[in-house]
């Protein structure tokens, strides 16, 4: 089954404990990104990947990092989290960048404490 | 920072009724994106338009993208309890800014039996 795969879905933790929330396709496919999401904003973009080993900043990429070693695997990095970065992520991945849908993960729902 | 604006932010109707969702910007994207969220969920894609003036149909649910690639709408006719849900729709720039996608903030649809 084509999906797309965050762990964990569900993370309580306190301010400045490093994490990784990964995310992995089984599609092939080239494009992947992460998004946040909080009441009002919609999501908003943090990170994304057009291939392995090239990433770029969406609109909210403060506070944060990923990686692209391999094209199946986008993980995000939060190197010191802080209760601001508590939120709802999505991982999603597309054939390629261009006009091409997203698969959405199901989402992981981090609270920093 | 590409901008969309989305509205209204909750739309409560009745079964039977029609609505209109908008997403507004004074950018100009080369596709536009509408996806729905069912809660725990992420993002399902409805539909992606790419050329000005297009319009989509699936169901009853019908998409419009703006001449100037600036706006867009979704018009439900007949709403349906099935048709409760969080309503987003998400630009893709192009240009410089290939790869970023931007959402906007969504529409929350209830509709009542």
């Known amino acids: 089954e084509a999906q797309v795969t965050q762990n964990p879905r569900y993370l309580i933790t306190v301010t400045g404990k490093k994490l990784t929330v990964t995310c992995s396709q089984n599609?092939?496919?080239?494009?992947m990104s992460w998004y946040r999401q909080d009441p009002g904003l919609g999501l908003r973009q943090i990170y994304y990947?057009?291939?392995?080993?090239?990433?770029d900043k969406g609109d909210v990429p403060e506070g944060y990092k990923v990686s692209r070693k391999e094209k199946r695997n986008f993980p995000l990095i939060l190197e010191s989290p802080s209760p601001n970065q508590t939120s709802l992520y999505f991982c999603?991945?597309?054939?390629?960048?261009?006009?091409?849908?997203?698969?959405f993960g199901d989402g992981t729902r981090l609270s920093i404490l | 920072t590409q901008l969309l604006e989305q509205s209204p932010q909750f739309l409560s109707i009745q079964e039977g009724e029609n609505l209109t969702v908008y997403c507004n910007s004074s950018?100009?994207?080369?596709?536009l994106q509408w996806y729905r969220q069912e809660p725990g969920e992420g993002p399902v894609l409805l539909v992606t338009?790419?050329?000005?003036?297009e319009v989509k149909k699936l169901k009853r649910l019908t998409f419009q993208f703006g001449d100037a690639r600036k706006d867009s709408s979704l018009h439900i006719t007949a709403a349906q309890p099935g048709d409760t849900g969080l309503y987003l729709c998400?630009?893709?720039?192009?240009?410089?800014?290939?790869?970023?996608?931007?959402f906007g903030q969504g529409t929350i649809l209830t509709v009542h039996p």
């Open positions: 998400a630009g893709e720039a192009g240009g410089t800014s290939y790869g970023k996608l931007t």
């Open positions: 599609m092939n496919h080239e494009y």
């Open positions: 990947s057009m291939n392995v080993e090239v990433t």
């Open positions: 950018s100009v994207f080369s596709s």
């Open positions: 338009v790419v050329t000005g003036g």
């Open positions: 999603a991945s597309s054939p390629s960048n261009y006009n091409q849908p997203q698969h």
